[in-house]
C-alpha cells in the first residue's frame, strides 16, 4: 500500500484566495482525519470522517474552513477565503477504527499564505 | 479540555548519548502511543503500549506505560544523527476515541 497521499506537498498562495488541499487514505481505513500543525498549537484536530460521514468538526477553526469525503478514497480541506494566519502544515492521516490503532499520516501539506 | 504534557520540549545531545522524554496527564489513558516525525514528513508510530507498567522496546527504543495509567517514558538509546525529528506522545482514553496529542518534544543530535 503507498500509504496516505496527500496533495500537494506545498502551496503558497495569497491572502484571500481559495486554497483546496487533498487526501487519499489507505484503503479499508474507515476513519480519515485532518490535522493542522503549528509552532504554537502542534497537532490540532480539526475533523475527522466515519465512513466518509463528518463525525466531528468542533477543531475547525471558522466558517471559511470546509471539509468533504465524497467517496471511501478521496477528501479535501478547502479554505476560502485563506489567511496569513493559516499557514501551517496539514495532515490527513487515516485509520481502521478509532480504537488503539494508531493513526496513519500522510507527508502533509505545507501551506504558506502571503 | 484533555492534555498530554509532553517533556522537555527539546534536547540536544551528542551522539551516542542516552535519551529520556515523558509524557504526563492529569486524566488516566487506556493507551499510549509514541511516534516521530522526521522533518518534513508526517508522525509515523513507533511504539504502543496497552497495559500500565508495560515495558516495550522497538530496537534501541524502550517506552513504558505508567503504573498510575497518568504518564508514558520514552528512552533512546546510543542516539544517532538519525534520530533527529520530533517525538510525540499520544493518548487514548477508554477503548475507542481520539487519540490525544502531546505538542513534541524536538530532538537535535550532533555527531
Known amino acids: 500500500d503507498a500509504g496516505v497521499i496527500q496533495s500537494p506537498r506545498h502551496e503558497v498562495t495569497e491572502m484571500g484566495q481559495e486554497v483546496t488541499l487533498r487526501c487519499k487514505p489507505i484503503s479499508g481505513h474507515d476513519y480519515l482525519f485532518w490535522y493542522r500543525q503549528t509552532m504554537m498549537r502542534g497537532l490540532e484536530l480539526l475533523i475527522y470522517f466515519n465512513n466518509n460521514v463528518p463525525i466531528d468538526d468542533s477543531g475547525m477553526p471558522e466558517d471559511r474552513f470546509s471539509a468533504k469525503m465524497p467517496n471511501a478514497s478521496f477528501s479535501t480541506l478547502k479554505i476560502q477565503p485563506s489567511e496569513p494566519r493559516d499557514s501551517a502544515v496539514y495532515f490527513c492521516?487515516?485509520?481502521?477504527?478509532?480504537?488503539?490503532?494508531?493513526?496513519?499520516f500522510g507527508s502533509g501539506t505545507r501551506l504558506t499564505v502571503v | 479540555g484533555q492534555q498530554l504534557n509532553q517533556s522537555p520540549q527539546s534536547m540536544f545531545i551528542q551522539e551516542g548519548e542516552d535519551v529520556s522524554m515523558n509524557c504526563t496527564s492529569s486524566?488516566?489513558?487506556?493507551?499510549w502511543l509514541w511516534y516521530k516525525q522526521d522533518p518534513g514528513e508526517g508522525p509515523v508510530l513507533l511504539i504502543a503500549?496497552?497495559?500500565?507498567?508495560e515495558l516495550t522496546s522497538n530496537g534501541r527504543l524502550t517506552a513504558q506505560f505508567g503504573i498510575t495509567r497518568k504518564d508514558s517514558f520514552l528512552n533512546i538509546s546510543a542516539s544517532i544523527p538519525s534520530d533527529v525529528g520530533i517525538y510525540f506522545c499520544?493518548?487514548?482514553?477508554?477503548?475507542?476515541?481520539?487519540?490525544?496529542f502531546g505538542k513534541g518534544t524536538k530532538l537535535s543530535v550532533k555527531p
Open positions: 499520544a493518548g487514548l482514553r477508554g477503548s475507542q476515541g481520539n487519540l490525544i
Open positions: 492521516a487515516s485509520s481502521p477504527g478509532l480504537g488503539p490503532y494508531g493513526y496513519t
Open positions: 503500549l496497552y497495559k500500565a507498567g
Open positions: 486524566s488516566i489513558f487506556n493507551t
